[in-house]
């Protein structure tokens, strides 16, 4: 009795250190960002490790699948790190719920997302009217990500000028064109433009740019190749993100 009661002890502990060894292996994530395979792999190690407590099951039993549970996610992670279809297909793709303050409805039936789920999480980050949301997106996680509209902005009055001195006037005209340029604005998500040295060819045409647009914007960070660049993204005020390819000291 004594005996069968110290090896439960000496192997909860010992698939304990195991499961937390495997979990750090794996990387630091919250729980709430897994993703649907992070969350099977992270499952289906702690059932088998429970399975290995019993003192009739051999510890290899346990140790062999876990081990291999282990190699595939390490393996998959680091695909889903070089090639971006290989992470949407594991990961896949966050959806736009809602844009401008005006609800997907189709988006939220093939995601089978309810107006209840919608609501109480509109209500975690206290925003009380859908209207007030520029964007809201359902990440890979199931977290809602939430832009409210930038309501901050004061219109500005239309600066006044003669059109007939206008053609001739080419002060005047910078004035009207920095004075409109002032009052652009993306109204958009962020978007990845470059990932680990791959251009996004979708968002560039989501914002209706060129990858020779985009080749100037880097050049000015000092970049000249796609390649060189590990991150790049524009938020919704067109201002442009570049991180290099570099080592970290």
Same mark, same amino acid.
């Given at each position: 009795?004594? &005996?069968?009661?110290?090896?439960? $002890?000496?192997?909860? $502990? ?8 495997? +979990? ?14 992070? !969350?099977?792999? =992270? ?11 019993? =003192?009739?099951?051999? /510890? ?20 889903? !790190?070089?090639?971006? +279809?290989?992470? +949407? ?12 303050? *005006? ?11 309810? /107006?209840?789920? /919608?609501?109480?999480? !509109? ?10 949301? &520029? ?10 990500? $939430?832009?409210?509209?930038? %309501? ?5 009055? &239309?600066? *006044?000028?003669?059109?007939?001195? =206008?053609?001739? %006037?080419?002060?005047?005209? &910078? ?16 978007? =990845?433009?470059? +990932?680990?040295?791959? $251009?996004?060819?979708?968002? !560039? ?10 080749? %100037? ?19 919704? *005020? ?8 570099? *080592?970290?000291?």
């Amino acid at each position: 009795m004594t &005996e069968h009661i110290f090896s439960l $002890v000496f192997r909860t $502990v010992l698939m304990y250190f195991s499961v937390f060894i495997f +979990m750090r292996i794996m990387g630091k994530r919250e729980i709430g960002e897994l993703s649907i395979f992070d !969350l099977v792999i =992270s499952i289906m190690i702690a059932e088998i490790a429970v399975m290995a407590i019993d =003192s009739e099951t051999p /510890l290899y039993d346990g140790f062999a699948p876990m081990i291999t549970l282990l190699v595939i996610q390490i393996v998959t992670a680091g695909l889903s !790190l070089h090639y971006p +279809m290989v992470r +949407m297909w594991f990961d896949g793709k966050p959806s736009v719920i809602i844009r401008s303050g *005006k609800i997907n409805r189709d988006e939220m039936k093939k995601q089978r997302y309810n /107006l209840d789920d /919608l609501v109480t999480q !509109l209500r975690a980050q206290k925003i009380d009217n859908i209207g007030d949301v &520029e964007f809201a997106v359902l990440e890979t996680s199931g977290q809602l990500s $939430v832009l409210p509209k930038d %309501n901050s902005e004061k219109k500005t009055a &239309e600066p *006044k000028y003669n059109k007939r001195d =206008s053609t001739n %006037n080419k002060d005047t005209k &910078e004035a009207l064109a920095a004075s409109l340029a002032s009052k652009i604005k993306y109204e958009a998500l962020p978007f =990845s433009l470059i +990932m680990d040295g791959r $251009v996004d060819d979708d968002n !560039l045409k989501i914002i209706g740019k060129t990858r020779f647009w985009l080749k %100037n914007q880097i050049q000015a960070y000092g970049v000249n190749d796609f390649k060189d660049v590990f991150y790049c993204s524009i938020d919704h *005020k067109g201002k442009i993100y570049v991180n290099k390819k570099e *080592k970290w000291l």
